[in-house]
């Protein structure tokens, strides 16, 4: 969505157009069928397509909105009744969303802090931050899991308590124990950069992972095990594609279309999966810097661009 349908928190012209399209206004007054795919987050999907809804002024339902994190309602069965670590976002929105997908025992790093402020001389919580935490003694708390829901906000703060989780010094020791059941890391989104409403792309999750292994690596001389999704990875596609297919039932070998801004994750990811994919110029991607890092099936100037040439493609208008 971020560099297509929007930059930032404005709508980029061409995304009404080129929904309006796929919702029948085309030659052949056709619906079809489309979902969202974004590396962003921070909200409930509910929330999130309340507001897209309104700006686009096309309806967009939960069921075809997938944010970074939303694939993680796969894994609920496996930590359902574990504490887990999520960070990301304001305050304990994500807390919020996290227990909406079915996580039972959520905690986040202001928790932490507030708990024993030591742990973090550097960050003082602020009222509405200390309005949000939920009270515990992590001297009692065995985390089973680590999960970077969306770009956290105070990286220093975060890194510093992944590190303790991890290492099981919070409530522990403070030498890493080979022996208990190590903490599941889980990432959302490997993106190193995003398009905002700023000329310049900014740094995102995926910067932050590589800053967090970087200083985990210098304290342990190791990398620290994780698992990723988001695009491009594998695990985020296969969820889109089952989504997709979902609202494509009757459909004989439907053929399916990627329309993305960033050659790392949307192209490369399509690519993968045998999506035809289409890379539009509004923006990471920049065409006066050369050729994209992966090619895609066709290259476009905005999303309704794309839109109209994929519907070109199959049936001819």
């Known amino acids: ?11 980029l012209p ?46 967009i339902h939960p069921d075809q909105f997938i944010q970074a994190h939303t694939v993680l309602k796969s894994v609920v069965h496996k930590y359902a009744d574990v504490p887990v670590l999520v960070l990301g ?3 304990d929105t994500l ?12 905690y986040t790093t202001l928790d932490i802090l507030a708990w024993n402020p030591s742990i973090w001389p550097f960050h003082d919580l602020t009222q509405d931050e200390r309005a949000s935490v939920r009270p515990t003694d992590f001297s009692k708390i065995q985390f089973g899991a680590i ?10 703060l975060d890194t510093q308590i992944m590190c303790d989780v991890i290492q099981g010094i919070i409530g522990g020791s403070h030498e ?12 959302c989104n490997p993106d190193l950069i995003w398009q905002s409403d700023f000329e310049a792309p900014r740094m995102g999750q995926g910067s932050f992972r590589i800053a967090f292994q970087a200083v985990f ?40 279309y990627m329309v993305g801004d960033n050659p790392e994750s949307d192209i490369a990811g399509a690519n993968a999966a045998g999506w035809k994919s289409i890379l539009v110029h509004t923006g990471v991607y920049d065409p006066h810097r050369g050729p994209p890092s ?24």
């Not at 969505?1 to 709508?11: H, P, Q, S």
């Not at 807390?95 to 959520?106: L, P």
């Not at 890493?176 to 990432?187: A, G, M, Q, Y």
Request: a positive charge.
């Open 294 to 317: 992966h090619q895609p099936t066709h290259q476009a100037g905005d999303v309704a661009e794309a839109v109209r040439w994929a519907l070109e493609q199959e049936f001819c208008l």
């Open 176 to 187: 890493i124990n080979h022996t208990r059941k190590p903490v599941d890391l889980i990432f």
């Open 95 to 106: 807390r919020r969303v996290a227990e909406g997908y079915g996580f039972q025992k959520v």
């Open 1 to 11: 969505m971020d560099g297509v349908l929007i930059r930032g928190k404005n709508i």
């Open 217 to 256: 690596q210098s304290l342990t001389g190791s990398t620290c095990p994780y698992i990723q999704f988001g695009k491009p990875t594998e695990a985020t596609y296969n969820f889109a594609e089952a989504m997709l297919r979902h609202r494509l039932q009757g459909v004989p070998k439907p053929s399916l």
């Open 14 to 59: 061409a995304a009404k157009e080129a929904l309006s399209i796929l919702d029948g206004n085309n030659k052949l007054g056709l619906k079809i069928p489309f979902i969202l795919l974004t590396n962003g987050g921070g909200l409930s999907e509910e929330e999130r397509c309340r507001k897209l809804s309104s700006q686009l002024g096309v309806q």
């Open 89 to 91: 976002g304001r305050g």
């Open 147 to 156: 999960f970077v829901f969306h770009d956290p906000r105070n990286w220093a």
